[in-house]
């Protein structure tokens, strides 16, 4: 395939993961909790530490979120391929669409 295919395929999905994620932090509580406090306990941690550590926790931070990323990407791709058949389940058209999209959220 084309350079110029793989890097339009990949903005759109980074876009579409974006646009998702934005969604999900202006319409659950529980998201905005969860970074809320992850943000809280980011900030006490970096308080309590000594300086000289900083890097190494910034390092296994990255490292983390590089790791998550990846996992995201990949799941998200796999969810894309997949996708043809649960859609037709759980396009809304269905009550238990809106419950299991609830449930697997929480």
Request: some cysteine; charged content about 30%; aromatic content about 10%.
């Amino acid at each position: 395939m084309s350079s110029s295919f793989n890097k339009n395929l990949a903005t759109f999905l980074t876009e579409a993961k974006e646009a998702a994620l934005n969604e999900l932090s202006r319409n659950n509580p529980e998201h905005k909790k969860l970074a809320d406090n992850h943000a809280k306990i980011s900030a006490n941690v970096k308080n309590e530490i000594p300086d000289r550590y900083e890097a190494l926790l910034d390092n296994l931070t990255d490292s983390i979120c590089s790791l998550a990323r990846m996992e995201m990407n990949y799941l998200y791709l796999r969810g894309f391929k997949d996708c043809i058949s649960p859609y037709k389940r759980l396009d809304g058209s269905f009550p238990e669409s809106e419950d299991f999209e609830k449930f697997f959220t929480a």
